[in-house]
């Protein structure tokens, strides 16, 4: 792959932990499968990233992995548009991260917020562990390894994302200056051609001389077209315009999931770990019962008290699931008495019965056809392991290990 074709690669992961729920579905799965249609995707069941919290408790994690397969699939990530696979089943993800490992200062690991955080919320285990610490070297390297441009991530990974620039910059810093750099970059001018070499050494100057930010773009938007020099000559054409060496691992942008905050039972965000979830694949009866004890506006005490939608948690889920005739309904029958919250709730439950009962329908034949998600995983990392080993055949030789 060129280095151009990072730009429409996408790579995102997910930790396996069971079945998926509404906030996963809105926050995520919608947001990548509108993704597959327009860049080449690259979605990852990251099972080590769960050993990194759940070591001690891990005899589960084949039957969550394959429960997250299943309500992907089901949500219309689809194996024709994108690329889907499980982590372990890409050894490279782990050679990638060894030899990370090697130039990641133990200070910039330390610094990431999540990391102090996340022991403090997770107190009931000991992650006083190097695994745990690694993590987001981990993370960059299922990122690196893809040279994805974008990443498609919630706020909360922002600081992972930006972290893992910092390990490519360090890398490309460390191996992509090679001795005969310049002569090499010289080189590979020449083999533009004489027109496209000399636009592009003018605007390489007036970069470097005069700081032109349009000139670097215009540059870059040039090498992007060239298809007849080699890889690496393109890599050291991107490296020679900003002045340092190579661009052997690419530094990956994050596309912010648009906010959508699915509330939960209560009110508060919806979170498996809360027990505030409705799960993809809840049955009408589940779906009934966890309607059936939401709380709601406090002020209904009796049937004819008038209540107030803005104080009651059902109301936001209608938001989420119900039409404006209903939405309508409910307010002016909430504030006028005029219908009771059992009927309030119940129109709800159809709503979303409507929204979810197809999807339901699609993950009970996959679930029924487990061999059919397994080798849809299993081409998936075939696909994977191809851009992989690519990635690291570089890193090897940009590194040193080059035994041929
Ligand atoms: N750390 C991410 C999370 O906890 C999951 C993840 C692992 C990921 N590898 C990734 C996300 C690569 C994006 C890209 O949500
Ligand atoms: Fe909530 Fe609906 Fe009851 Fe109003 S009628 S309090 S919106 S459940």
């Known amino acids: 792959m060129s280095l151009n074709d990072s730009e429409r690669r996408v790579l995102s992961g997910m930790r396996p932990s069971g079945r998926l729920h509404l906030g996963h579905y809105h926050g995520v799965l919608k947001n990548w499968v509108r993704l597959q249609h327009e860049y080449d995707c690259f979605f990852c069941i990251v099972d080590w990233h769960a050993l990194t919290t759940e070591y001690a408790d891990s005899g589960q994690l084949s039957q969550h992995v394959m429960d997250m397969a299943v309500d992907w699939l089901a949500a219309g990530v689809s194996p024709s548009s994108a690329t889907l696979f499980v982590q372990s089943q890409v050894p490279e993800h782990a050679e990638l991260h060894l030899l990370l490992s090697m130039i990641c200062p133990l200070s910039w690991l330390e610094r990431v917020p999540?990391?102090?955080?996340?022991?403090?919320?997770?107190?009931?285990?000991?992650?006083?562990?190097?695994?745990?610490?690694?993590?987001?070297?981990?993370?960059?390297?299922?990122?690196?390894?893809?040279?994805?441009?974008?990443?498609?991530?919630?706020?909360?990974?922002?600081?992972?994302?930006?972290?893992?620039?910092?390990?490519?910059?360090?890398?490309?810093?460390?191996?992509?200056?090679?001795?005969?750099?310049?002569?090499?970059?010289?080189?590979?001018?020449?083999?533009?051609?004489?027109?496209?070499?000399?636009?592009?050494?003018?605007?390489?100057?007036?970069y470097q001389e005069q700081g032109d930010a349009e000139a670097l773009e215009t540059a870059r938007a040039l090498l992007k077209e060239q298809t007849s020099i080699t890889l690496g000559d393109q890599e050291r054409l991107y490296g020679y315009l900003e002045g340092g060496g190579k661009v052997i691992l690419n530094e990956p942008q994050p596309i912010l999931a648009e906010f959508s905050r699915v509330p939960g039972l209560d009110g508060q965000k919806m979170a498996k770990s809360s027990g505030n979830a409705i799960f993809l694949r809840d049955s009408d009866a589940e779906l009934e019962e966890k309607l059936r004890r939401m709380p709601t506006d406090p002020a209904r005490v009796h049937r004819d008290d008038p209540g107030e939608p803005q104080r009651c948690p059902v109301w936001s889920l209608h938001q989420l699931y119900s039409n404006d005739e209903q939405l309508h309904w409910v307010i002016e029958g909430c504030r006028s008495a005029s219908i009771g919250c059992l009927d309030c709730k119940s129109a709800l439950c159809s709503s979303l019965q409507t929204e979810l009962t197809p999807l339901q329908q699609r993950a009970f034949d996959y679930e029924e056809n487990p061999d059919l998600v397994r080798s849809i995983l299993a081409e998936g990392a075939e696909r994977a392991r191809d851009e992989a080993r690519n990635t690291l055949a570089e890193v090897r030789m940009a590194m040193g290990l080059n035994y041929r």
């Open 114 to 206: 999540s990391y102090k955080e996340q022991q403090e919320r997770h107190s009931g285990k000991d992650l006083s562990t190097y695994g745990f610490l690694g993590y987001p070297l981990l993370q960059a390297a299922d990122i690196l390894l893809y040279r994805a441009g974008q990443v498609p991530v919630g706020a909360d990974q922002l600081p992972h994302i930006e972290f893992a620039r910092e390990v490519a910059r360090r890398f490309n810093h460390l191996y992509g200056s090679e001795p005969d750099f310049e002569l090499k970059a010289e080189a590979a001018i020449g083999k533009l051609g004489k027109k496209v070499g000399k636009l592009y050494s003018n605007l390489r100057k007036a």
